[in-house]
């Protein structure tokens, strides 16, 4: 079992940076591929990056790509990290770390099976 723990989040002026962390406990997540979704209100979970076990191939939504990095760090801190920056207003949402098992790398919340319980990201304009 596998549990996700997010940070990091907080409120931030349009322009700025973030970085999310996303700490994994109860097993080593250095076999599963990575990803970050978020979620804003009224609306589904969408996809934000994700990244492969090994670390060596990242990929990200369209509206984020450029401006967010994802990045892992599979020894001691098995922990994966959202660099987020030049916020917009549109990125406010909760967002989500979650880990995909069996190395399906997809992008829709169905390929993920363990899930962390979110942190708050608001960008003011």
């Known amino acids: 079992q596998v549990q996700l723990g997010e940070s990091g989040g907080g409120l931030v002026q349009a322009g700025g940076s973030l970085r999310l962390s996303c700490v994994a406990s109860?097993?080593?997540?250095?076999?599963?591929?990575m990803a970050w979704f978020r979620q804003a209100p009224g609306k589904e979970r969408e996809f934000v990056a994700s990244?492969?076990?090994?670390?060596?191939?990242?990929?990200y939504a369209d509206s984020v790509r450029g401006r967010f990095t994802i990045a892992r760090d599979n020894a001691a801190k098995n922990t994966v990290y959202l660099q987020m920056n030049s916020l917009k207003p549109e990125d406010t949402a909760v967002y989500y770390c979650?880990?995909?098992?069996?190395?399906?790398?997809?992008?829709?919340?169905?390929?993920?099976?363990?899930w962390g319980q979110g942190t708050q990201v608001t960008v003011s304009s």
């Open positions: 979650a880990a995909d098992t069996r190395l399906r790398n997809g992008a829709t919340p169905r390929d993920y099976d363990y």
């Open positions: 990244i492969w076990w090994s670390g060596r191939s990242t990929y």
């Open positions: 109860g097993s080593t997540v250095s076999r599963y591929m």
